[in-house]
């Protein structure tokens, strides 16, 4: 107990309050396997935070463990700076053998890492190099990260050279209709702008977009919707970059997001899951894009041997084993008993996502005017349920602009038996935290 409590407690001290979550989550973790994360006073959590969508096959699935012991016992280098080895040679193969094939086709990969925000600078960098051009289309509620260009595509940035554009949204949908309705306004909204010689935004260099917003609530965008912003960036010669660091390896129910539309984006932003819980990033992108000059982007940290052993890894058991078509089977029905939930708690606002990403938005019907389409967001509620979850031994995170929505994001590997578990602990904290 009191070794555990001074661990707590040293690093809320020496760490930045930055980090909400770890305060939210006052856990010392010291084993994990699958599902299940033991903390250092000895209890048991079920994870469906999992690393905010790193981990797909949760925590030290043992053909990973495999593939990083592998590397260790082999002799080779764990560092090499870029260069070329066996270790990159097997990622990057399983890489490309699961992108859409007419990306495949013709595919460069840049390595950037760590992290999945130095993705996004690299694919920011690289558009503006291939197109001359600096403006840069990005999304209300958007998340890409905490650098600074990432930073400021995402929601609220304020870099002159991002025009900001509506997502598309079923519950608190901007233009107050949902549906495809509303949709449809939303890409014409984008359209109009981009059309309109006196809107003043001129051909940008690219358009950055997430097929389900994560962070931002978990909120997926209509395939309609998606193949829109395809045609309209086409149309302009404008790249399309599609941020799937954490809608990737079939978290949504197909391997990549964008597969559920069928577009074929420009240049792809992957992270989180490609690293098989290990720190690595890349974009993969069209080659006529690849205007970078020799060393026009370089850095020490890419290309993290363990990494791309612990992702190729990763990736061909999801791919061996179909677990995007499980993620989405899976997915489906626990959204139906989610779906049950609200029906019967009428804090629960909505209830969406795509495969095994999941979000419930709590809300206050009693604060409700008379004209409001839906209520308002109730934060200390969402707050209330993520403790009641975490008394209950289960782990979710918070999300969306207000934080009032409980994010589920389980590994893929989850079992029937365990998603029932993870039901019932969420219902019964529901139902503590309503009280
Ligand atoms: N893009 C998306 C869609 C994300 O969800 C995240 C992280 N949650 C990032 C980028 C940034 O990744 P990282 O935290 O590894 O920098």
Redesign the pocket.
């Known amino acids: 107990g009191g070794e555990y409590e001074g661990i707590l407690r040293r690093q809320s001290q020496r760490e930045s309050a930055a980090r909400t979550y770890a305060r939210s989550l006052p856990i010392v973790p010291v084993r994990a396997r699958g599902l299940t994360i033991e903390g250092a006073d000895g209890r048991r959590y079920l994870d469906c935070l999992s690393g905010?969508?790193t981990l797909a096959l949760g925590h030290n699935h043992p053909v990973v463990l495999e593939a990083i012991r592998k590397v260790l016992d082999s002799g080779a280098p764990l560092h090499v700076l870029d260069l070329a080895t066996p270790v990159k040679d097997a990622f990057t193969s399983e890489l490309f053998a699961t992108l859409p094939a007419e990306l495949a086709a013709d595919a460069r990969i840049q390595f950037c890492g760590?992290?999945?925000?130095?993705?996004?600078e690299a694919a920011l960098k690289l558009v503006r190099t291939a197109t001359g051009r600096s403006g840069l289309l990005a999304f209300t509620g958007?998340?890409?990260?905490?650098?600074a260009g990432?930073l400021d595509a995402s929601g609220g940035a304020t870099d002159v050279r991002v025009t900001r554009l509506p997502y598309p949204q079923q519950y608190r949908c901007p233009f107050g209709v949902g549906g495809e309705r509303g949709a449809e306004l939303a890409a014409r909204w984008t359209e109009n702008l981009l059309d309109d010689p006196k809107s003043g935004v001129t051909t940008p260099a690219g358009m950055i977009v997430?097929a389900v917003?994560?962070?931002g609530g978990v909120i997926p965008a209509p395939d309609d919707w998606m193949r829109r912003m395809r045609r309209v960036t086409a149309d302009r010669s404008v790249p399309l970059i599609v941020?799937?660091?954490?809608?990737g390896v079939g978290r949504t129910g197909t391997f990549w997001a964008v597969e559920h539309s069928g577009v074929v984006p420009d240049v792809m932003?992957l992270?989180?899951a490609i690293g098989g819980s290990l720190?690595l990033?890349v974009i993969v992108y069209r080659s006529e894009l690849d205007a970078w000059e020799p060393g026009a982007h370089a850095g020490t940290f890419r290309g993290n041997q363990l990494a791309m052993a612990a992702g190729t890894a990763t990736l061909a058991y999801v791919r061996e084993n179909r677990l995007a078509e499980r993620a989405g089977t899976l997915g489906a029905r626990i959204l139906g008993r989610l779906q049950g939930l609200a029906a019967a708690h009428p804090c629960v606002g909505d209830v969406r996502g795509r495969g095994l990403m999941i979000g419930v938005e709590l809300v206050d019907p009693d604060a409700a005017g008379p004209d409001d389409p839906v209520p308002p967001p109730a934060p200390a509620l969402a707050l209330a349920v993520q403790q009641e979850c975490l008394a209950r031994g289960l782990i979710v995170e918070l999300g969306g602009r207000h934080s009032a929505v409980v994010r589920l994001l389980p590994p893929l590997t989850l079992t029937d038996e365990q998603a029932t578990a993870v039901l019932d602990r969420f219902a019964d904290a529901l139902a503590a935290a309503e009280r």
């Open positions: 905010a969508g760590p992290a999945g925000t130095d993705a996004v958007a998340y890409h990260g905490m650098t990432a997430e917003q994560g962070e941020d799937e660091v954490q809608t932003v992270s989180k720190p990033a």
